[in-house]
């Protein structure tokens, strides 16, 4: 799967926190995957529970770099 095909016509949705991180869920073709957006990068911004994935392509982009894009059940 490419970035553009994460993030074109899709949505996102807040899971949970965790230790200093906000946890996203995103539906790839049917399957989901969880990204952490660490809060320390947030600054004043608002987080929403649901946003276009669009939005988070710079956390997806380096969760996938890093690895820690991850299938869920």
């Given at each position: ?52 994935a669009i939005i988070?392509?710079r956390y997806i ?13």
């Amino acid at each position: 799967m490419t970035l553009k095909q994460i993030v074109k016509d899709n949505q996102v949705s807040f899971s949970h926190y965790r230790a200093g991180h906000l946890y996203y869920n995103v539906p790839v073709d049917q399957d989901q995957y969880s990204f952490p957006v660490p809060v320390e990068d947030i600054g004043d911004a608002t987080f929403l529970s649901s946003d276009k994935a669009i939005i988070m392509m710079r956390y997806i982009r380096k969760a996938l770099e890093l690895g820690t894009f991850i299938k869920v059940n």
